[in-house]
């Protein structure tokens, strides 16, 4: 079975600029979450989106969304960059109460 | 609401002694408890998990956590350190068995040293 696959794994955007990320889960997870790792704050979740709600939501600005589609692939999109939210943001699934994550995307914003 | 607290950020071991990281944890509901690996440059992965069942779980690679309710406690365990298992480790809560959010330590790298 194939795993959470995340692109792009790497890219470098500039202030002011807005960058969607891609996740496709393991096949049969329905729920899809979203962190973003950093040196400072560690891992901090920032949505959950579950048959293509969102479930959950952490305490993120309103920069920083995120969508599901029908297949239960998700995307997030961050609009309007900062230094700060230059991190690696990391995807998972689950259907069987333990996370599996895919090896992220680390995004670079200068 | 709940929290995770991992003891110490650095945690330095000979290869063949005992590994013991600390986590403690803060749950208003009866938690679902795990442990994550992360190499450099790569996601997480699950060690182990405790979903009220056994107390003492077993996971992967030899690690092994107690769930000690008196003490709030879960930590994590390896009798014998190898080299392979240096890399940085996370202790996460959740609410239910749908972990889809949870609450992560700040993580603790272990480093092992020959």
């Known amino acids: 079975k194939a795993g959470v696959t995340q692109t792009p794994r790497y890219l470098i955007k500039t202030r002011g600029q807005q960058v969607t990320l891609s996740c496709s889960p393991i096949?049969?997870?329905?729920?899809v979450s979203w962190y973003q790792q950093t040196p400072g704050q560690g891992l901090q979740f920032l949505f959950e989106?579950?048959?293509?709600?969102?479930?959950n939501k952490g305490n993120f600005p309103g920069r920083f969304s995120g969508r599901q589609f029908s297949n239960s692939r998700s995307e997030m999109n961050v609009s309007t960059l900062e230094l700060g939210d230059s991190a690696l943001y990391l995807c998972a699934s689950t259907n069987t109460g333990e996370l599996f994550f895919g090896e992220g995307s680390r995004l670079t914003v200068l | 609401a709940q929290s995770v607290t991992q003891l110490g950020s650095h945690v330095s071991v000979s290869e063949g002694a005992l590994v013991l990281l600390r986590c403690n944890y803060s749950s208003s509901v009866p938690p679902y408890l795990f442990w994550y690996v992360q190499y450099p440059n790569q996601g997480l992965q699950l060690l182990l998990k405790?979903?009220?069942?056994?107390?003492l779980v077993k996971g992967i690679n030899g690690f092994e956590a107690e769930f000690k309710k008196s003490e709030t406690s879960f930590h994590l365990t390896k009798p014998s350190a190898h080299m392979s298992d240096a890399a940085e480790y996370f202790c996460?809560?959740?609410?239910?068995?749908?972990?889809?959010?949870?609450?992560f330590g700040d993580g603790t790298t272990l480093t092992v040293k020959p």
């Open positions: 096949s049969g997870h329905r729920s």
């Open positions: 996460a809560v959740s609410l239910s068995t749908n972990a889809g959010k949870s609450t």
């Open positions: 405790y979903t009220s069942a056994a107390t």
């Open positions: 989106y579950f048959s293509e709600t969102q479930r």
